[in-house]
């Protein structure tokens, strides 16, 4: 673990230093099938949490999108564990991916979902809820003439 986490640094220094392309390949050197356990559903800790998300991030900006959509798409989706928290914002960064893809559909599915989860969130997201409220009307206006 030792080692993969030290990875987990190295990466997150090459992102901040604007090099996504070393932070993703640092990150591809881990090795977390050699230390697999139950508190992999139950801890962000063990998870890796934060090195999926790292990889939809850097996958994201070195324009794999598809790649960042199957990152973004394994967080938070397992069920009540402490990673639930992150299925709102994955979705809302799907819904940006998708949206800038030219999937409208999708990235009206994504956003509403993300809505959905965060009705009750604390008030400090409201304005992002918000904006995606303001994408989801706009999206939604641009598909109706036609349908």
């Not at 934060?50 to 938070?76: C, F, I, N, P, V």
């Not at 559909?105 to 809820?129: N, V």
Request: hydrophobic letters at 40%; charged letters at 30%; glycine letters at 8%.
């Amino acid at each position: 673990m030792a080692h993969d986490y030290a990875l987990t640094v190295r990466a997150e220094v090459a992102r901040r230093r604007g090099q996504p392309a070393e932070a993703l390949a640092l990150l591809e050197r881990a090795r977390p099938q050699q230390w697999w356990n139950p508190l992999v559903v139950a801890s962000p800790f063990y998870g890796q949490s934060y090195e999926r998300w790292m990889r939809a991030e850097l996958s994201t900006a070195l324009g794999k999108e598809a790649t960042a959509l199957d990152w973004y798409a394994g967080l938070g989706f397992w069920g009540p564990g402490t990673e639930s928290t992150l299925m709102p914002p994955a979705r809302i960064r799907m819904g940006e991916i998708t949206e800038g893809l030219g999937q409208r559909d999708e990235a009206i599915a994504h956003y509403t979902r993300a809505l959905e989860r965060w009705k009750d969130c604390d008030p400090k997201f409201r304005p992002m809820l918000d904006d995606i409220r303001r994408r989801l009307a706009r999206l939604r206006a641009a598909g109706s003439p036609g349908e």
